[in-house]
């Protein structure tokens, strides 16, 4: 295992949430589906300008690109538009919280994906890490709405709940398709897989959601380009955090890369409290101090 995964699954995690952040303020400007399309439009000639960078100072030529690296790219492409599309109709019925709780339930899928499928073995450390992690997410999204354990139990019939463990479902996949189709690229260090890798899937992705657009949501287009200084910001911290995330996966298992990432909640809540000066909860209190010690508990296995 490479020990790059480590400062790559912290990263990825800082910068997402510094993305989700900036994300959300571009949403008074653009619909879901424009503050979506930005993610890839805008994040694709930074990830270019990344894989070339790396691949120039490695002096590295770029790999060649099969079908089956093709198919999985594909596949990890598609998988992460369908879970955010299953992450945004989870919001639709009126359960945000709710929806990106169980969406967060990614982790133990990506280890129940990778046991099953590819006989990727986690010691017995890590799952208590993983399930550690997990847990303290659920608290922190749904004890902060008064839920008891038996209301949280209900919840899972709820149709937000269904459409987010769906959501998670798609993401453990695109995590597990990426960490193959980096897996199938020859001559190229771990650094190097993910960058090219990520240019792949982000040219796909741009293809597929501006096609989409092009012919249902054509004013969207134009507000894209009108907000181009905002939207370019929200693409290089997409860029970055992917970047981050393809070395992880492509260095370690999947599952460990996501448990660790989970600090992301830890920025935002650190955010909310020593910059936006918000009191600490218990819950809150209770899901970080899980969060933190799944980390440590996925650290220790390793």
């Given at each position: 295992m490479n020990p790059i995964w480590l400062p790559a699954s912290l990263f990825g995690?800082?910068?997402?949430?510094?993305r989700t952040a900036l994300q959300q303020r571009l949403r008074a400007e653009l619909s879901v589906s424009g503050a979506g399309l930005v993610r890839y439009l805008y994040g694709l000639p930074f990830a270019l300008a990344f894989a070339v960078a790396w691949l120039g100072a490695r002096h590295a030529a770029l790999p060649p690109l099969g079908l089956a690296f093709a198919g999985l790219s594909a596949v990890g492409a598609v998988t992460q538009m369908a879970g955010t599309i299953l992450l945004i109709t989870a919001f639709g019925h009126r359960g945000f919280v709710v929806g990106t709780a169980f969406s967060k339930t990614e982790a133990v899928q990506a280890a129940l994906v990778t046991a099953l499928f590819l006989g990727e073995q986690l010691p017995l450390l890590a799952w208590a890490g993983i399930v550690a992690g997990v847990a303290g997410v659920?608290?922190?999204?749904?004890?902060?709405?008064?839920?008891?354990?038996?209301?949280?139990?209900?919840?899972?019939?709820?149709?937000?709940?269904l459409f987010g463990l769906?959501?998670?479902?798609?993401?453990?996949?695109?995590?597990v398709a990426i960490k193959l189709a980096t897996a199938e690229l020859q001559g190229v260090d771990t650094v190097g897989s993910a960058l090219v890798t990520l240019v792949v899937v982000m040219a796909m992705q741009s293809a597929l959601h501006l096609a989409w657009i092009i012919a249902r949501d054509r004013e969207t287009l134009a507000a894209v380009g009108r907000t181009w200084r905002s939207s370019a910001q929200v693409g290089l911290l997409s860029a970055l955090g992917s970047a981050c995330w393809y070395t992880g996966f492509a260095a370690a298992p999947a599952a460990l890369v996501r448990v660790v990432g989970q600090v992301e909640v830890v920025f935002t809540i650190a955010f909310a409290h020593f910059y936006l000066r918000e009191p600490v909860r218990w819950h809150e209190t209770l899901g970080l101090l899980l969060v933190v010690g799944g980390v440590i508990l996925a650290l220790l296995s390793t």
């Open positions: 995690g800082l910068f997402q949430a510094w659920l608290i922190l999204a749904l004890a902060g709405r008064g839920l008891t354990l038996r209301e949280i139990a209900g919840s899972l019939g709820q149709p937000a709940a769906g959501a998670g479902s798609m993401f453990a996949c695109a995590a």
